[in-house]
């Protein structure tokens, strides 16, 4: 399909003939001749004297092709483009933020993997979360790891290979220690606030108390959800043990309920994959098709045409300039 960008250029078609009607003649001065014989000169070629200037005439052939090369440059103006068929394209409507626990308990052996072998608890996490990640096409995903501190894995991206390499490396104590959730929330929040997404999640998983945060996970969840962020929370931490690996179901499970999220406790392999599968269909994949027609730059075709037309005129008009002019006819005469 055809169309042009500035259609408005159309106005100026009538401009030349505007200007050749209302603007005055170009003057030029040429030398003249005087004879005394310009009465004699008159009366043989029948014309009538006139006092002021000459106004000279172009052939008819030059006029057309001055018109054809002014069509051409307002075609050229008005940006002719190709409109090709449209394409479509599904733009994510969420993002989607992991934080994950790299603390020093995520190295207890209580968990078995896929052949029933034992198994520390972040192997065990990865093996599920490459699972789930693998699922989320059409999600922006980001990463979080926190242990003395929070730190981004990953920053929000499509790429959910990247995403699932970089999961693969990470190991325990990578991060210190202990456990920050507290903060890992608060700096998942500021990863939200350049995001356009209507719909945000965040996945928390933890297996220890957190006892370094200089915000609570409570006040930070608060301001998540003011913010408009679920938190799902998932526990894989013993429930019976104490000091820094014991597991603060409770601040969890507030975590989870102030935003509107989920709590869950995984004390296996096959219930946190459970979990994941539960959170895969409360959190299904929300995109957006957006639909748009490339278009092709097409004013090089009548430049280019106006630009062979005025260099064919040229040299036609050269050509009949430099032709020699034809002899005259001999008169008859009969000898007296």
């Not at 699922?135 to 981004?152: S, T």
């Not at 699932?164 to 190991?171: D, F, G, I, K, N």
């Not at 597991?247 to 499970?253: F, G, S, T």
Request: glycine fraction near 8%; hydrophobic fraction near 45%; charge should be neutral.
């Amino acid at each position: 399909m055809l169309t042009f960008a500035y259609p408005w250029v159309a106005l100026l078609l009538p401009l030349p003939w505007l200007v050749s009607r209302l603007a005055p003649p170009r003057a030029e001065r040429r030398a003249g001749l005087s004879v005394p014989f310009f009465d004699a000169l008159v009366a043989l070629t029948g014309a009538r004297p006139q006092s002021g200037a000459v106004v000279a005439s172009r052939a008819r052939w030059r006029t057309g092709v001055l018109a054809a090369c002014w069509l051409l440059a307002l075609a050229a103006l008005a940006r002719p483009q190709r409109i090709e068929a449209p394409l479509h394209k599904d733009q994510p409507t969420r993002d989607l933020l992991l934080l994950v626990d790299l603390s020093g308990s995520m190295d207890a052996r209580d968990f078995r993997d896929a052949s029933g072998r034992p198994t520390d608890r972040l192997t065990a996490v990865k093996g599920v979360l490459d699972d789930f990640l693998a699922r989320r096409q059409g999600d922006r995903v980001g990463v979080i790891v926190f242990g003395d501190d929070p730190f981004v894995l990953v920053p929000f991206t499509t790429d959910l290979a990247l995403c699932r390499e970089l999961v693969r490396e990470t190991a325990v104590g990578m991060a210190g220690p202990r456990t920050v959730l507290g903060d890992a929330i608060g700096l998942g929040i500021t990863l939200f606030d350049p995001s356009r997404a209507r719909a945000r999640t965040i996945i928390a998983l933890t297996d220890g108390n957190d006892t370094a945060s200089r915000v609570p996970p409570a006040e930070a969840a608060r301001i998540a959800r003011d913010k408009g962020i679920v938190i799902h929370a998932v526990a894989i931490g013993d429930p019976a043990a104490i000091g820094e690996e014991k597991l603060d179901e409770d601040a969890l499970r507030e975590v989870a309920a102030t935003t509107g999220g989920d709590f869950s406790r995984a004390l296996d392999r096959e219930a946190l994959a459970g979990i994941y599968r539960r959170l895969d269909a409360v959190e299904t994949r929300r995109i957006e098709t957006v639909s748009f027609r490339p278009r092709t730059d097409l004013y090089w075709v009548p430049l280019g045409l106006a630009l062979l037309l005025s260099m064919g005129a040229q040299g036609l008009g050269l050509a009949l300039a430099s032709r020699p002019a034809s002899p005259a006819a001999p008169h008859s005469g009969s000898a007296a």
